[in-house]
């Protein structure tokens, strides 16, 4: 998707991102105690959330930071942010903080999350190399992503577009260390189990950036397909993210 396109998705989706994915607050939970282990932020440390969404992530940096920047280039995402004095509202994108086009409130940073967003980026190596850039030294930078390959109960249209779009954790590991730091890659798993009728109207939604690729008619063919494959009344699959930490010299 081009910026435009990528921003106009979340800015419709705003409104209803919190009620697709805050759906398990386990799950929530799961995945704030996996960035703040591999992140391991202290007391007192300043943190950038690249691509923060809705803050549904920088609220729980903020229990350990003594501040988190929230960045966003989707204005209706970030006004979703909760208002907390250690959270701070940019309106910018990563490719912005890159170049420099925009500068962050403080000189340096301890820790820098971007929890799937480097798909919507196209030049990763410079981008992530700008980013580098904005960590102190012993500072840590953790991309959060979905693998090549994604088990998700979608139609098979959307997993082939999914896997010719998603970059490699690897190549992320690589551009990292391209960017003088040291990088390492690992995995870990949830398991997810919803109403079937949730999980398909969830599709409707297109809570995935990848569903907007298709128009109504596509998307209720591919919500038959799912529906096919799995007739009972819960949909249940494994999700899977890799976590690429990066940690500055
Ligand atoms: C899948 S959402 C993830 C939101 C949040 N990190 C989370 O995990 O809940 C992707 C986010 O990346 C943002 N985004 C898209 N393109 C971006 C870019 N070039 N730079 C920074 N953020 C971007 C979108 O507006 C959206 O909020």
């Known amino acids: 998707m081009n910026s435009d396109v990528t921003r106009d998705h979340y800015d419709r989706l705003a409104a209803s991102y919190d009620e697709n994915w805050a759906y398990s607050l386990q799950f929530v939970e799961w995945m ?6 591999r992140l391991s932020i202290s007391g007192g440390e300043l943190v950038a959330d690249i691509g923060c969404g809705t803050g549904l992530y920088a609220h ?15 204005a209706a995402m970030p006004a979703r942010v909760p208002r907390e004095d250690r ?18 409130p403080h000189d340096g940073y301890d820790a820098m999350l971007l929890k799937e967003v480097l798909h919507h980026v196209g030049n990763q190596g410079p981008v992530i ?4 850039r904005l960590l102190k030294p012993g500072g840590r930078m953790l991309v959060t992503m979905l693998p090549s ?34 990088a390492e890659l690992s ?3 949830f398991p997810l189990s919803f109403p079937a009728e949730r999980y398909l109207q969830m599709v409707r939604n297109r809570y995935m950036s990848l569903l907007a690729s298709f128009d109504d008619a596509a998307l209720e063919a591919g919500v038959a397909e799912i529906r096919r494959a799995h007739r009972g009344e819960r949909i249940e699959f494994t999700d899977t993210f890799a976590f690429v930490l990066g940690t500055r010299p």
């Open 32 to 37: 704030t105690g996996c960035i703040l282990r």
């Open 60 to 74: 729980g940096l903020a229990q350990r930071a003594a501040a988190v920047v929230c960045v966003e280039p989707s």
């Open 87 to 104: 959270l701070l509202p940019v309106e910018a994108s990563a490719e912005d903080l890159a170049a420099g086009r925009t500068v962050l």
């Open 129 to 132: 190399a700008g980013l580098a």
């Open 149 to 182: 390959r994604i088990g998700y109960p979608l139609f098979a249209a959307a997993l082939k577009l999914f896997e010719q779009r998603q970059p490699n954790p690897a190549a992320i590991a690589d551009a990292m260390r391209g960017a003088g730091l040291c």
């Open 187 to 189: 995995y870990d798993s």
